[in-house]
């Protein structure tokens, strides 16, 4: 992914109002990020812990999304799947996050949701650069480009289900 500015980032997105993506806190450390090794721009807004934000290129256009986190914390001993990365994470680990759809049906209230890493850092674990707590990824015997594939497809469809 090519490094993003932040103008490009506040008008990536498509399922908030113009408003909405300006008071979205942005993260602190864009020029330290890994962008070359990233799918996705992700991070939680520190204020708000229930809510986060995804942006990617998707198409030919850079789309952003606000996501939020469902309630709930899960005990340490049980273990769920991140949809997108496939990677394996305890407790509060992997987050049922929902978004707002784009146009009438998001007005109406629609959401669609799936469950994603609780850090947004899928990118990293599919190359790992990332380790995931106890139990970690699953061995596969796709290679790493064959999972980012995987990744990208997972990622696009849920992008698709935002936007009908």
Known sequence: MKALTEKEIRGSFVNCSKGEAGRVSMPRDLDSRPWDDLDFLGWTDLSAPDRSYLVTE????????????????????????CSLCLTQHPGSGVALMTARKTGAAGRQGNSVGTYICSDLACSLYVRGRKKPAVGGRIEESLTVEDQVVRLRLHLDAFLDSVAT
Do not use: E, F, P
């Not at 999304?65 to 309630?71: F, T, W």
């Open 58 to 81: 998707h198409g030919d256009a850079l789309v952003g999304i606000v996501l939020r986190a469902a309630a709930g914390q899960r005990g340490y001993l049980r273990r769920s799947l």
